[in-house]
């Protein structure tokens, strides 16, 4: 069997583009080798989101479907796919570092990404919401007991939490608040050349996208195997 012959059925993911949660399973999908066509869902339609509903009870985007079964919360769809694809997991076996890569998924999740959110659209007062969490990320990224360029050390779904907002950050002109913070910039600089833990010849940072992609909401897609 060549490689990716079980994946030839190709995702299906409803997403917005520039929605952090959107980009972390994009992430997800390229470093683990697996196919996504991405589709755009405009959240002020109706129409589109009554049939959004008929899979996510709430509404919430994105969600995926693999052949007839559908997935949403984005915290599923990324252990789906880690589980689904190529090369090593996403979630570290050992169990402190397991416990620290959720936590730093929590603070990108529930801190990090809505103070960025605020900060691109024009709220500047969550500046120094967002400089405190680059600050505490730097001081994890420099931790004396992390053996390792990412933030728990090995690359995790922690690094694809943080990915999307701090490149959202670069878009909208705040590329100096990650210059600014050399294991920041670091890390990032290994984030943007990294190739896809899946062993293909693909760098999951180009999944993320591009601000007129954001303003258009046009949805990327993931093709490593086709």
Known sequence: ?????????VKVLW??????????ILLTAAEKGVDIDGRSVDVNSEVEMNEIKKHSPFGSVPVLKDVDFYIYGTEAIMSYLDDKGF???LVPRNGVARAINYQWAHIASASFAPAVASLTGGDDSAM????????????????????GDYVVGEFSLADIHW?????ALCLYNNESLVDSLPGVKA???HMKVRKSMSKENYVAYTVLPSLDEIRSNTLRSVSINV
């Open 1 to 9: 069997m060549a490689i990716g012959d079980h994946l030839s059925d």
């Open 15 to 24: 997403g917005v583009a520039g929605c952090p949660n959107t980009s972390k």
């Open 87 to 89: 090369g090593n997991s």
């Open 128 to 147: 120094e919401t967002v400089k405190a969490g680059l600050a505490a990320l730097e001081a994890q990224l420099n931790a004396k007991t992390k053996r």
């Open 163 to 167: 990915a999307p907002s701090v490149h």
């Open 187 to 189: 890390w990032w600089g």
